[in-house]
C-alpha cells in the first residue's frame, strides 16, 4: 500500500486572512515576481488528488482560464448538488472516509492537495486528517475577511520542516503533523 500525504498548500495574509470579506484574492498578487512560483509547481507536480471547497472552485471558474487541474483527480466538497464533470467529482459525505477511500485505492505515493478553502480546511484539521501544512504568509495585514484557521480546532502539535523567506517577503512554513 502507498502512503499518500494529505497536504494544505494555501496562502494567507500575516493576520491570518485568506481572502477579503467581499471573497477578493487580489492582494495575494502583491508577492508575484518573474521567475518565482514559490515551489508551487514542484509541489503540483507530486499530486494527483485534489480536494476543494465548493466556494473555492467556485472562484477558480470566474478566473477565466482552463481548470488548473485537469489532470488530476478532483474532488469537490460541498452539501449542494451540482453534477459532476470532466474535470470534477462533487462529493457531500464524510471526509475521513473519502481520504481512506483515496489512500486505499491510490497506486502512486503522490500527495492530496487541499486546495482551500477555510471551511474545508477546517473540517480536516478538526479530524486530524491532514498530514502537512505549507502556510505561505504574505506581507500584509488585511484586517477582516475569511481567516485561514477558525476557532475550534482541536490542539494538535506539528514539526517544522523547513521555513524559507523570498526577497518579495513572503515567507513560506512547512510543517508536519506529530
Known sequence: MFDKKVVLYIAMSLDGYIAKSDDDISWLSMVEEPNEDYGYQAFV??????LMGRKTYEKVLTFGIEFPHKNRKCYII????????????????????????????????KSIFVDGGANLAHSLISLNL??????????????????LF????????????KSESFSSGLVQLTYKRK
Open 130 to 147: 491532514i498530514d502537512e501544512f505549507v502556510i505561505s504568509i504574505i506581507p500584509t495585514f488585511l484586517g477582516e475577511g475569511k481567516k
Open 78 to 109: 460541498s452539501n449542494s448538488k451540482y453534477e459532476n464533470n470532466e474535470d470534477v467529482e462533487f462529493y457531500g459525505g464524510d471526509l475521513a472516509d473519502l481520504i481512506h477511500t483515496i489512500k486505499q485505492n491510490s497506486n502512486t505515493n
Open 150 to 161: 477558525n476557532t475550534g480546532i482541536p490542539e494538535q502539535q506539528l514539526e517544522l520542516l
Open 45 to 50: 507536480d507530486s499530486v494527483d488528488t485534489v
